[in-house]
């Protein structure tokens, strides 16, 4: 399973994750199976408000999951549409957030949780 978290800097697994998916600068992907991580350099982080390109953003990469602190209903359902589920990250790295993705213990982030307005209620 190849498993997305947004992060403002590449930190590798030790990068923070961020509080917003569509204005992150960068993805890392991490694959579950062979405990690898790629970088992909978000192409769509100044698209406008409500106007968010997952699959730009993530260069056509395919994913199976995004763990973010927050995104728009937009991008959740456009995802949805892809087969991507969308999960609530915890505050911490991507290597923590691995570790409750892998123990279930994320929240899946649906349409009535997603963020509004870029104000309140988005990211941690």
Same mark, same amino acid.
């Given at each position: ?10 930190? $590798? ?29 978000? %192409?769509?982080s100044s ?22 602190? $927050?995104? $728009?209903? $937009? ?15 915890? %505050? ?30 988005c990211g941690?």
């Amino acid at each position: 399973m190849r498993i997305c978290f947004p992060v403002e800097s590449d930190k $590798g697994l030790d990068s923070e994750v961020f509080g917003h998916f569509g204005s992150a600068p960068i993805f890392i992907v991490f694959d579950t199976k062979t405990k690898s991580i790629d970088t992909i350099n978000n %192409q769509d982080s100044s698209h406008t408000h409500g106007m968010c390109s997952p699959l730009k953003g993530l260069e056509g990469k395919m994913v199976d999951a995004i763990v973010v602190g $927050g995104i $728009g209903a $937009g991008a959740i359902n456009k995802l949805n549409g892809m087969g991507i589920k969308v999960y609530r990250a915890s %505050q911490g790295s991507v290597q923590d957030n691995v570790g409750l993705f892998e123990n279930n213990t994320l929240s899946e982030i649906t349409v009535d949780l997603a963020c509004g307005g870029h104000a309140g209620g988005c990211g941690h």
